[in-house]
């Protein structure tokens, strides 16, 4: 599968580097890596449930048995292993149940996916947390990473936090109202900034 990377990349990185000189220091460190998007609705979405409340290396060790598993990665595929087989991935009882929702959506045809690149970021979070398992953290990681949205900012993610804490806040905590205010600052790129942060807490890349 094609990873395409953001077509506004470079411009989001030019100007992040110029309003804030630690997210230049980022940028420069991690010059050459990017967020990028496979293309696929159901492998991001499905990716994301995998990755809920886990590190980024736990949630690749993960995804890499439960692709192995699955074979060819669409929803039907999924809906012919045993529950027993996916809780052998690694999954909890709770995410087998969510996998296996998303994938009884998509092949019944029950979710419009070509309707959400038209919708904005507030409407499609809230028509994707309709669906079980998909909460506001879930939508954001899908709005990121398959619609490749540029001003994604998700004030729940606990990496986001603890990076915004050690270069913003010399290690100490940040409130939700501090760390919204100063997500501010990289408008219209937060999506851009939330990555770079999170790229420098992990040797593996964030990806869903």
């Known amino acids: 599968m094609s990873i395409r990377t953001p077509p506004y990349w470079k411009r989001a990185t030019r100007e992040l580097g110029a309003a804030d000189p630690v997210m230049g220091g980022l940028i420069v460190r991690y010059q050459g890596l990017t967020m990028a998007s496979r293309g696929d609705a159901f492998q991001t979405l499905a990716r994301s449930i995998i990755g809920q409340q886990i590190s980024v290396k736990a949630a690749q060790s993960v995804w890499k048995r439960f692709a192995a598993a699955v074979g060819d990665l669409r929803p039907q595929c999924v809906l012919e292993l045993s529950e027993e087989r996916l ?34 970021d507030e409407t499609l979070i809230a028509d994707l947390t309709q669906v079980k398992g998909i909460g506001r953290w879930t939508a954001e990681m899908f709005l990121m990473f398959h619609l490749t949205r540029p001003d994604v900012f998700p004030l729940g993610d606990l990496g986001l936090r603890r990076a915004m804490q050690r270069y913003y806040n010399k290690g100490r905590p940040l409130s939700e109202r501090r760390i919204a205010a ?27």
């Open 182 to 208: 100063l997500g501010k600052l990289w408008s219209p790129w937060r999506s851009v900034a939330t990555w770079y942060l999170w790229r420098s807490l992990d040797p593996i890349p964030v990806e869903y």
């Open 87 to 120: 809780r052998g991935c690694g999954l909890s009882g709770q995410k087998v149940k969510y996998l296996r929702d998303l994938s009884e959506r998509f092949a019944a045809g029950a979710l419009d996916v070509a309707r959400w690149r038209e919708m904005d």
